[in-house]
């Protein structure tokens, strides 16, 4: 049992995180907040895509957006000077009534939503938009959108870049550390997915626990390699096998993604 001063404690410092996400999460500050905030030099803006799909049997359709949202706070404190926009819980993708828990919109409407809600983010006194994705899907168009407005605005002294890094590159170097680790390629609602939402959200119901150790599907091809004609097709929204997923392997790759992305980010807005 916890004594009342280890409970105190808990409390405070559960209180003190929550307070301290409160000042670089745009929709928990008020407008005050964050007019101040802006003034005192926190003019980057994060808008960070997340995304509804099925994720396998063991993960929430709403990881994408869920990972998301811890990915870009974590980031958007490590920066210091940088405040992050509420998160798009959709990704291009399209409903699949064989695995109902995807929810997608059309590339040109994810193309639209982002390029409105950038020049929003600039209307309220931004100077730097940083685009970011979770998810494969939108990450053409978001490098599309970045280019656009970045030609468009930058004439005024603001800039708009894509961190393609944060996505492309992190999960990249995952996939050779759990090479190195000799556990098997995994992609969606494998390894990485799977033990990140454990890292983040395990104690939250963001993963079926019980189920991770029956959790394999599909197997995962290597870039160029042709699908096995006799290998044997699992249709439950898992690539790869998911059963090797911890808590540990979770905060490797969340911390990949957090410290990718803020060094990208330096090096865009650097130029």
């Known amino acids: 049992m916890l004594s009342e001063m280890h409970r105190t404690a808990i409390f405070l410092c559960l209180l003190s995180a929550a307070f301290a ?21 926190k003019t980057t803006a994060l808008i960070y895509n997340g995304g509804t799909e099925s994720r396998g049997p063991q993960n929430v359709n709403g990881g994408h957006t869920l990972m998301g949202h811890a990915t870009v706070i974590a980031i958007a404190e490590k920066l210091g000077n940088a405040i992050a926009a509420p998160v798009l ?29 950038a020049e929003q983010m600039i209307k309220n006194g931004f100077k730097n938009i940083v685009l970011m994705g979770d ?15 970045d030609e468009k605005y930058s004439p005024q002294g603001i800039r708009v870049v894509f961190c393609d890094e944060v996505y492309q ?16 390629l995994s992609s969606h609602a494998g390894i990485p997915d799977t033990s990140e939402m454990l890292y983040l959200g395990g ?7 019980d189920l991770v150790a029956t ?12 699908r096995d004609p006799n290998a044997k097709r699992i249709n439950n929204g898992i690539s790869g096998d998911a059963r090797p997923s911890t808590v540990e392997l979770g905060k490797k790759i969340f911390d990949m993604k957090v410290d990718e992305g803020v060094d990208q980010i330096h090096r865009l807005l650097s130029k």
Do not use: C
Not at 89 to 117: D, H, K, M, W
């Open 21 to 41: 996400q409160s000042k670089v999460d745009f929709e928990m500050m008020t407008w005050p907040e964050v007019k101040a905030a802006i003034e005192a030099g």
């Open 89 to 117: 819980p959709f990704s291009p993708n399209e409903a699949n009534a064989a695995l109902p828990g995807t929810i997608g919109l059309t590339p040109p409407l994810f193309a639209a939503i982002n390029e409105r809600v």
């Open 135 to 149: 998810h494969g899907g939108g990450q053409k168009e978001l490098g599309e959108v970045a280019k656009k407005l």
């Open 169 to 184: 590159k992190a999960n990249g170097d995952f996939d050779k550390y759990l090479a190195s680790k000799n556990l098997p």
């Open 203 to 209: 104690d939250k119901g963001w993963v079926r626990t």
């Open 215 to 226: 959790a394999v599907g599909d197997p995962v091809r290597k870039p160029g390699e042709p």
